[in-house]
């Protein structure tokens, strides 16, 4: 690829029409005080045997050294004085952190109080956003909050232990506010434990860990005030079912982990209640982990075909409850009610663990499953095809299929900040999100995280570009087409030879 300086006039030209410690007493002062004695100070006149004032001083200096000798001696020791201290909640906090890293990226908001001050309506300004996330597979998996990582180009990511590093977005969304990210670097990274949220008492201790105000790895504590909350975020969306908590939640927690007694993650913490104390929500558990198998599901199946649908198993593992005919996973010799334990030697202990298996696959990669069938355990590989009619949208399948990337719109905040960082006016363009190996795109060194800004002489400013670009007679036919993308602070060009769509691929 190279890098273009006339793109800005190009696509003007060719724009589409649509658009204390307290001390201990000593046994001596503790006898001086229970008698009584410390009032012989002002007694004078019990004969030989009363107290002097001078020997009563003796006694208790003498006695308050012995008391600070012994708490120098239970210092010493250390242990029994620690274990004193170490409540359940420290803990539960040294077996979660881990696993919860910070997140921070640059993203642009719009600036109302400029606005209000007369100045212009559409005003914004580039800020330096923050979160949290929590690594639910060793692989390097962490689920955050979607408005965490909302239009954020680059992510950076502070691990427990101080290590720097970047993480890729991998899937997100944003009804409910969930994203999945990938840590980039060499695993096996510590993982969260997980708890349930079907039994959650109202008063028991929850402890939350996250980058509050940007103060890493910050820790609270409370309790569950109320469960079953919805709160509404605007006219369009809300959070349903959350858990109401007095643990203290500032901005910067979003995205990490609300915790029980035990250390075991039960939700994930998601939002304040502006101007109020010690009223915070957060996600349960089991709706995270379903919502974001249902995220991985879909992005899966954008990718690779394998005609296989499965279920939770409760000792372990996913149940097959449907088969495609000739699909790869009936071609293999799976049947229904088969209980997939092991995919390319990684244990599935559950739906969410079976979907990031397959998430590391490419597709037409070999997928070897281990499977129990009526008592026995067997093997078996199969193939796993590219996807094109399983995509939800028919733009994006195509995109897949002919030109080898999975993209989506970016958004308007991006869109603002990518046009005011290069001095440009793009309508938009379409995010790379994944790259397949051997297509047009991989080829050509395009990767996720690049900005497809058009093809041949169209702007891709958004999926409804993209598929009229794909259906023209000269792309179908496989033709070799220049195309213009973003990457950081660059307009780049290259040539792409896209692949013959034929009769296979046709537009619904």
Not at 250 to 270: R, T
Not at 281 to 292: G, K, N
Request: charged residues 20%; contains cysteine.
């Amino acid at each position: 690829m190279r890098e273009c300086g006339d793109c800005m006039r190009w696509f003007l030209k060719h724009s589409p029409t649509r658009h204390g410690v307290s001390a201990h007493r000593s046994p001596s002062m503790g006898v001086l005080l229970s008698m009584g004695l410390l009032a012989g100070l002002t007694v004078g006149t019990g004969g030989d045997e009363s107290v002097r004032a001078d020997d009563l001083q003796s006694v208790t200096a003498t006695s308050f050294r012995s008391s600070e000798a012994s708490v120098r001696d239970t210092r010493s020791t250390g242990r029994s004085s620690r274990s004193l201290r170490e409540t359940p909640t420290v803990t539960a906090i040294r077996r979660a952190s881990p696993s919860v890293v910070n997140l921070h990226g640059q993203k642009t908001i719009r600036t109302t109080a400029a606005s209000m001050a007369g100045g212009a309506p559409d005003s914004f300004r580039q800020v330096n956003g923050m979160g949290t996330g929590v690594v639910i597979d060793p692989r390097g998996y962490v689920i955050t909050n979607y408005h965490v990582v909302e239009d954020v180009s680059e992510l950076n990511v502070t691990l427990h232990n101080g290590e720097a590093t970047r993480a890729d977005l991998i899937a997100s969304d944003p009804q409910s506010d969930l994203a999945l990210v990938k840590l980039r670097g060499q695993g096996p990274f510590p993982t969260i434990p997980r708890g349930h949220s079907d039994d959650l008492m109202i008063g028991e201790t929850v402890i939350a860990i996250g980058n509050a105000f940007g103060y890493v790895h910050t820790s609270t504590e409370g309790i569950i005030s109320a469960l079953h909350r919805d709160v509404p975020v605007n006219e369009t969306q809300q959070y349903r079912d959350l858990i109401q908590t007095s643990a203290g939640i500032n901005p910067g927690n979003s995205g990490g982990p609300l915790l029980n007694i035990d250390g075991e993650m039960i939700g994930v913490n998601v939002a304040v209640r502006v101007g109020a104390q010690q009223i915070a929500f957060a996600i349960p558990i089991d709706q995270v982990l379903e919502t974001v198998t249902e995220m991985i599901n879909r992005h899966n199946n954008r990718r690779m075909v394998i005609g296989m649908d499965g279920s939770a198993v409760s000792r372990g593992g996913v149940q097959v409850t449907r088969l495609s005919e000739g699909g790869s996973a009936h071609q293999a010799g799976l049947q229904t009610g088969d209980r997939l334990v092991r995919i390319n030697q990684q244990n599935i202990a559950d739906p969410l663990n079976y979907e990031l298996s397959v998430l590391e696959l490419g597709p037409g990669d070999p997928m070897q499953v281990e499977f129990e069938r009526d008592g026995e355990f067997f093997q078996t590989q199969l193939a796993t095809a590219v996807t094109s009619q399983e995509f939800g949208d028919p733009a994006a399948a195509l995109a897949w299929q002919v030109v080898g990337v999975s993209v989506r719109p970016a958004g308007e905040s991006f869109v603002r900040r990518m046009n005011s960082r290069l001095r440009t006016n793009y309508r938009g363009g379409l995010i790379v999100t994944d790259v397949r190996a051997g297509s047009a795109a991989s080829e050509q060194g395009i990767t996720a995280g690049d900005v497809l800004l058009g093809i041949h002489v169209w702007q891709t400013a958004g999926l409804e570009d993209l598929a009229e670009i794909l259906d023209q007679p000269n792309i179908r036919r496989g033709s070799k087409a220049k195309f213009y993308l973003v990457r950081k602070d660059q307009t780049l060009y290259g040539h792409l030879q896209l692949a013959s769509q034929g009769n296979q691929l046709t537009r619904r």
